[in-house]
Structure formats: C-alpha cells, structure tokens
C-alpha cells in the first residue's frame, strides 16, 4: 500500500515576490485550456499522460524540431522554464479532461431534470510545482534556491527555510522518499508543501485468526475500545473519557453563546479557540485508539460507519455538529495504516439498543428504574446493568467477524450456517451472542 503525506515549511522574510510568478503560471494554464478544447481529440487519443503533454508542447512550444509550432506560446511567456510549462500542460490537460467528462455526462442526461451545462475551465487558485534542478535546490539544510518571476524575468532568488519544519521532517521523514515541494499561499504566508511516499504492506491474516480492536466513539466519551477474536473472546476493554478537554469544550461553547446573545455577530477567534480544543480531542482520540491497537498487535481497527449529515434536531444537535467523528477515523486510519493494519466499517444500526447477549433491546435513560436516568448506562431484559459503550464495542466487533467468516465460506456453506444461526443472516441486528452461536455452528 502507498501512503501519501504532506508537511508544509514555512518561506521566511519572502511575502510578495511569489506573486507575479503564481500570476504568470495561471495565466500560462488559462492559455493551455483552450489548447487543449481545441486539439481534446488528438490529445485524448494518446497512450498516457506523457505523449499527452508532448504532444501539446509540440503545439505551443519551438524546438529544433519543431521550429514552428502551431500557437505562439514562447512569444507571450518568454523564458518561461520547461518544467513549469510541463507542470501547466499537465493542469490543463486535467481540467480539460475533467469537463469533458461532465458535459458528457450532462448531454447524457434527460433534459427534464439536467441543471446548467458546465462551464469552461479556468486555472482557478492553482499554485505551480517546483520540480528539482530546474525550479528548486537545496543550497543548505535550512536555506533553498527556487526561481522565480522577478525583474522582468525568471530568475534565482535564496529563500530561508523555517528551522522547525525542517527539523521535525528530518527526524519523521528521514526513510520516506521526498517529492518536489508545491509553492502554497496561506493567509498572508508562503509555504512549501512537500509530499513524503511510502511502501506499507498491511497484514495478511485469515479471519479465524485476527485480533481486531472494535471503536465506539461516542459524543460525551471519546471513546471505548475493545480487542476480540473471532470466536468471541473479549481480550481487553479500555476506555477513554477526556473529561478536562470536553468541559474545556463546554466553556468555549458557552462563552460563544453568551456573545451571540448579547449581540455579537463576529466571534471568529472564539471559534478558533473552540476549534482548536476540538482538533486536540481528536488526535488524542486516534492516539489512543493506535496505542490499544499497538498493545494488542492488532491486525485490523474497526469503527462505525458514522453518517450525521441530516439536519439535526433536539437538545444535542450542538455537540452532534462538534463531533469530529470522521476526523478522528481519518487519523487513527493514517497511523494504523503505517503500522500495516486495515481498517473496517460496519452497519451502525442498533449497536448499542441491541444487548451483547441476544435478550433484545436494551432501556436507556428515563426507561430503566435502575439506571437513575443515566443515559451511558443501560439495563438488559435480564436485569442486569451494563455500559452502553462497551455493549456498543461488543456489537460492532461482532458484526466485522459475521460479516468476514459468511464471506469466507462457499455459498452451500453459508446458506447452511444461515439455516442454523438465521440471526446472521441480517447483519444490523447481530450481536456477540450472534457471533458466538456462528462459531458453534462452524465448529459442529
């Protein structure tokens, strides 16, 4: 597997003199596009990307061999460097590629309910790549060389280098293979973006064998983890609360609350304090869940698939737009990736209505007379109390194990172990009981 990462480094003491040469590359990308309106059969008929770009610098650009191109190119961009004309066929060679494939699409469509017709491409905020030796060297550790648009013409201007970003690359990025830096304008700062690959293979264990860790994430809770195997063992439970960043949270949310009520419009630091907090509950959150994975060796990270895009109603729809479920997913998928494990999703229906031990569904809240209406806590038909979370981390594991056993199976197989367990054959009711009484089956 290849995993792609980016790390940004400051250009210190440079603030303006980028802004002609990012000018004069979108302008170069706006004059390539309809280039390649023009010539987009010929040019789509080429084997790859390469005889693609070649073929549109024959079209605009004078060589020996070509003494003659067909547009005047070099007459309006003079001395403009190879490789950024290379980098900007590539640009506009996408675009193109991209709206010819929507308007394709759209005359496809019935014209009863198609929208507006897609408008030509433009360059957009694009910012150019500085490929090595020709747009960019590494004069020091801390200090580059990058060409650029200067004075009427292209030239060679050292730049300083942030020392922190460079060090944190070095020490994190030593052993990955560096692409060419991107130039990047954020706010009023100029950064290089540098892209770091990596070759990971990820474990190759069978099913009957893994250890899996099963996340419920949850809005009060960061999170509970449970490690399991495949015939039901629960090896581990842990749990992670984060108490003092969530009342952190709560106060900045407040604070905001009370502004807005008193008239102010514009509390954009305030959110950015808010923010801040809720970025820091995440990577904690992954951080956490890396560790347990770490401590089990586990061989996959399975998690719910969260989908919270409705409109949201009630008293939580607050902490339900706060929620930065799907961010944390995404870290903890980039760190397990990197240690070779995979990462799955189940149906997230019922995982925590539905008791682990198959007596039915659970009460909640207000429903149980021996929950004192806690709401993270429940009471099974049986009597006894239990934790929500940890029920939930039982029922999601449950599922990853169903689903991957029934998919292992022939089909004549499947149906007979359906016929036994018929619990598994529909996945958004299975619970621990379910999986238990699947390997029952399998083993009889």
């Known amino acids: 597997m290849d995993i792609n990462t980016l790390y940004s480094i400051k250009i210190k003491d440079c603030n303006s003199i980028f802004k002609d040469s990012v000018a004069m590359y979108r302008d170069a990308v706006d004059f390539l596009i309809p280039v390649c309106l023009d010539h987009w059969d010929e040019i789509s008929g080429q084997a790859d990307l390469q005889h693609k770009k070649m073929y549109v610098e024959h079209l605009v650009h004078k060589t020996d061999k070509y003494p003659h191109p067909l547009y005047d190119f070099d007459g309006k961009f003079y001395k403009f460097p190879s490789y950024l004309l290379r980098g900007a066929i590539a640009e506009a060679v996408g675009k193109v590629s991209s709206y010819m494939s929507n308007l394709a699409s759209w005359e496809s469509a019935d014209p009863a309910v198609r929208g507006r017709q897609p408008g030509i491409p433009k360059s957009g905020y694009i910012y150019p790549c500085l490929y090595r ?10 200090e580059a060389q990058i060409k650029v648009f200067i004075r009427n013409t292209w030239d060679w ?6 020392k922190s970003d460079v060090d944190y690359i070095t020490h994190h990025c030593s052993d990955r293979k560096e692409c060419a830096p991107v130039l990047q304008k954020r706010g009023k700062q100029w950064y290089l973006d540098f892209c770091f690959k990596e070759k990971v293979a990820l474990k190759d264990t069978d099913i009957y064998h893994q250890t899996i860790i099963a996340v419920d994430l949850g809005i009060n809770n ?5 490690a399991m195997c495949s015939d039901g063992t629960v090896l581990g439970r842990h749990f992670l609360k984060l108490s003092k960043e969530y009342d952190c949270l709560k106060r900045k949310t407040d604070r905001i609350k009370r502004a807005q009520r008193h008239g102010s419009r514009c509390v954009k630091n305030l959110w950015r304090y808010a923010d801040g907090i ?3 509950i995440s990577v904690k959150t992954a951080s956490f869940i890396e560790g347990i994975a770490r401590m089990y060796d586990a061989d996959v990270i399975v998690f719910e698939h969260l989908d919270t895009s409705d409109k949201k109603h009630g008293s939580k729809k607050q902490k339900l737009a706060l929620w930065r479920k799907m961010e944390v997913q995404r870290i903890a998928a980039d760190k397990a990736h990197r240690l070779g494990m995979h990462i ?3 149906c997230t229906w019922g995982t925590s ?4 031990d198959g007596s039915g569904t659970v009460l909640r809240g207000g429903k149980s007379t021996r929950t004192n209406g806690t709401y993270s806590i429940c009471e099974f038909k049986s009597g006894k109390v239990y934790n929500c979370d940890l029920n939930a981390s039982y029922n999601i594991g449950s599922r990853y194990f169903v689903r991957e056993i029934l998919k292992s199976l022939p089909v004549t197989e499947g149906q007979r172990i359906q016929a036994k ?3 598994c054959a529909k996945r958004s009711t299975c619970t621990l009981s379910t999986l238990i009484n699947l390997k029952s089956a399998l083993y009889a």
């Open 133 to 142: 030796d020709n747009m960019f060297i590494r004069t020091g550790t801390y």
């Open 421 to 423: 367990v018929p619990g």
């Open 157 to 162: 201007v050292t730049v300083r280098l942030r």
């Open 353 to 356: 209505r539905l008791a682990y």
């Open 344 to 346: 799955a999703h189940i």
């Open 278 to 280: 809720n970025h820091d």
């Open 222 to 226: 960061a999170c509970t983890c449970s």
